[in-house]
């Protein structure tokens, strides 16, 4: 089991930037996809964007050209770049860990993006 705990959350005026970051509590090298969700009010939580263990990403079409996912293998942590904000990008980001037995999530960090 690995504990995560986000950050960078805020309130930011639409086309502007926010960078996320997931710290773990151990290390990720060997946790297959490292990932992003969020849930805005009143929906259900989805899927933003994926880095797997061998480098190749994953992302949401609603954030694709926007967004960009990193991982550092190396200080246990996952970064989400978020660029463009729109005032739909409004939600609860959460971090996961999924290791292809299990799935950790973070408490989430919440983005405000105001029109």
């Known amino acids: 089991q690995v504990q995560l705990l986000e950050s960078g959350g805020g309130l930011v005026q639409a086309g502007r930037s926010l960078r996320l970051s997931c710290a773990a509590s151990?290390?990720?090298?060997?946790?297959?996809?490292m990932g992003w969700y969020r849930q805005a009010p009143g929906k259900q939580r989805e899927l933003v964007a994926v880095a797997f263990s061998g480098s190749s990403t994953h992302y949401a079409d609603s954030v694709k050209g926007r967004f960009t996912i990193s991982r550092d293998n190396a200080k246990n942590k996952v970064y989400l770049q978020m660029n463009s904000l729109k005032p739909e990008d409004t939600a609860v980001y959460y971090c996961?860990?999924?290791?292809?037995?299990?799935?950790?999530w973070g408490q989430g960090t919440l983005v405000t993006v105001s029109s």
């Open positions: 151990g290390s990720i090298l060997w946790i297959n996809a």
């Open positions: 996961n860990a999924d290791d292809g037995n299990r799935r950790d």
